[in-house]
């Protein structure tokens, strides 16, 4: 029998576990922190839930969706969206409401703004080679630099003009101000794109919810997961993965994991700096460049029964440290125990280790609790209680050369015939839950005979399990 090892418990990793376990393997799956989910984990705080940063549950992919209802069944509740742009203190309705957007901005401002547009479509950028020129193609420059310029450089800590075009293709690949206008007038979720939204599911009490009862099923049926568990070795012998080396974060013990494949959601450039007898200091030096981007979170319970009715906010004001902010009772009453409460989870965009990160908890919570009297939503008065989480490695940078690094981390995973890479920082690519969870499954049925490129795959194609004419693009 086959002996498989993932490293991860998140949800490509648990994908990958619970195809596994249908295919009658026992797989052992190794996790660092001390439940399931990775970034989509929740955890519980004085009664109350929270997650890692907001988490839709929306797929086009029937298949994905399926999977996500028959886990939670009555626990996966539809939540109407609603969310909005913190702008030079005006709050503008997202997605695009074309009344809201004229009546803050004006008929000064909203003319120059078609004008813009009219001219970027007429006379657009010929090569676009950056986020900046893809965007302003698509929208006019005016909407680029009042919508997208400071909330983008908020979130990734690099000008706009050097980040990839790559990142706005794929994270909202269809998107305009003409099909933002489209959604706003037309009522089209089949064709939507996932950005304009205007419902998605979500679990009853947060995100690791699903997770956790995921977890659980591949536990049922013979898996393995070990938890407080980290890799700190990856032994091959050039061709092929022998095993872990893995350390007990409780009490430091190592032990040894064999296998005969292996699947890994950990980030691709840790993975190769594990990897034993060593990758080239080429590659290694390679590989150290690509960079990913933290969190830093702070979590407020409030003494204000309502706060504001969205499930989260853009702060695109660049006075402003915080990028979102997420009510946690508007995406589920069943998150804040107290009704007379609110709880709010604040979003830092930082790099480990820059000085954001390392100012300590009660100075990001000062922050944090100034900057929510600067937005109105509440008085430093009101906060009854607070904690901060530091997420590390949340997003991958597509900076300007990125692709060239990514190939040359690729070719050398590629050697190694039992390995796959999967999920959003195991292949370095900004994907949603859904489609982590799918490269989760393909890289299960990989070991089994299937083969599927997981770095070709993208969310708009048929899963090859799927009923014919079940395609994504179809449902």
Known sequence: ??????????????????????????????????CVGGLSRSFKYKGYFFD??????????????????????????????????????????????????????????SLPIFFSYLKSRLWPRKIEDSFEKWIINRFGERLYR?????????????????????????????????????????????????????????????AGMMYEAIGNKIIERGGQIRLNTEVVQIKHDYTKVIKLICRNLKDGSLSEIEGSDFCSTMPLNLLI?????????DILKNCSCLRSRSLLLVYLILDCKDLFKDNWLYIHS????????????????????????????????????????????????????????ILKIAEKKDLSDAFVLRVPDAYPVYDKKYRQRLGIAKDYISRFSNLQPMGRMGMFRYNNMDHSALSGFLAADNIFNHKED??????????????EGNSASNF
């Open 318 to 373: 660049p006075h402003l440290k915080v990028g979102r902010i997420q009510n946690f009772k508007n995406w589920s009453p069943d998150m804040v125990k107290d009704a007379a409460k609110s709880s709010l989870g604040l979003e830092y965009f930082c790099t480990e280790g820059d000085s954001l990160w390392r100012q300590s908890d009660k100075e990001i919570i000062g922050l944090a609790a100034k900057e929510l009297e």
């Open 273 to 281: 700096s594990r990897m034993s007898p060593p990758a080239s200091a």
């Open 454 to 467: 997981l770095w070709e795959v993208n969310m708009e194609q048929p899963y090859h399990g799927e009923p």
């Open 52 to 109: 890692i940063g907001p988490h839709r549950f929306f797929t086009k992919n029937k298949l994905i969706l399926n999977w996500w209802r028959d886990i939670l069944k009555e626990d996966f509740l539809k939540i109407k969206r609603n969310t909005r742009i913190y702008y030079r203190r005006k709050s503008f309705d997202y997605p695009l409401s074309v009344k809201n957007l004229f009546f803050n901005l004006g008929l000064i401002n």
């Open 1 to 34: 029998m086959k002996k498989i090892v993932i490293i991860g418990a998140g949800p490509a990793g648990l994908a990958a576990g619970f195809k596994l376990c249908e295919k009658k393997a026992q797989p052992v799956i190794i996790e660092k922190n001390s």
């Open 146 to 206: 009042i919508f997208f310029k400071d909330y983008t450089e908020k979130v990734w800590g690099i000008p706009c003009a050097q980040i990839s075009a790559d990142w706005a293709a794929q994270r909202i690949k269809g998107l305009s101000l003409s099909s933002a206008l489209r959604s706003a007038l037309f009522d089209d979720q089949k064709n939507t794109i996932k950005t304009l939204i205007k419902e998605f599911y979500y679990p009853r009490c947060g």
